[in-house]
Nanobody
Framework: QVQLVESGGGLVQAGGSLRLSCAAS????????MGWFRQAPGKERKFVAA???????YYADSVSGRFAIARDNAQNTVYLQMNNLKPEDTAVYYC?????????????????WGKGTLVTVSS
């Protein structure tokens, strides 16, 4: 069993930056693939970024070049650095984990979820 707790959300102006953190409890964190998803009001949950147990990274086209995912296995934590934020990045951001294969990065493929942290980008 893995428990995930997100932090770091908040209100930021367009062009600004935020760093989200996801602290994981449970054993074998280093063996899990970790992902970030987001859900805007009235929209479906969508993939943002992911990192495999070996450190390979994956990004949605909409955030590639602006966001960076990283993990610290010693701290059982995964991060999402978000730069040059845009109003369309406004959403609740969720951390998720899964064991086994990495792709596909879809919400239904993830095994564990945090409760989310709200990111609001003002124009």
């Amino acid at each position: 069993q893995v428990q995930l707790v997100e932090s770091g959300g908040g209100l930021v102006q367009a062009g600004g930056s935020l760093r989200l953190s996801c602290a994981a409890s449970g054993r074998f964190f280093s063996s899990y693939a970790m992902g970030w998803f987001r859900q805007a009001p009235g929209k479906e949950r969508k993939f943002v970024a992911a990192i495999s147990w070996s450190g390979s990274t994956y990004y949605a086209d909409s955030v590639s070049g602006r966001f960076a995912i990283a993990r610290d296995n010693a701290q059982n934590t995964v991060y999402l650095q978000m730069n040059n934020l845009k109003p369309e990045d406004t959403a609740v951001y969720y951390c998720a984990a899964k064991s086994g294969s990495t792709v596909p990065w879809t919400p239904v493929s993830m095994h564990y979820w945090g409760k989310g942290t709200l990111v609001t980008v003002s124009s």
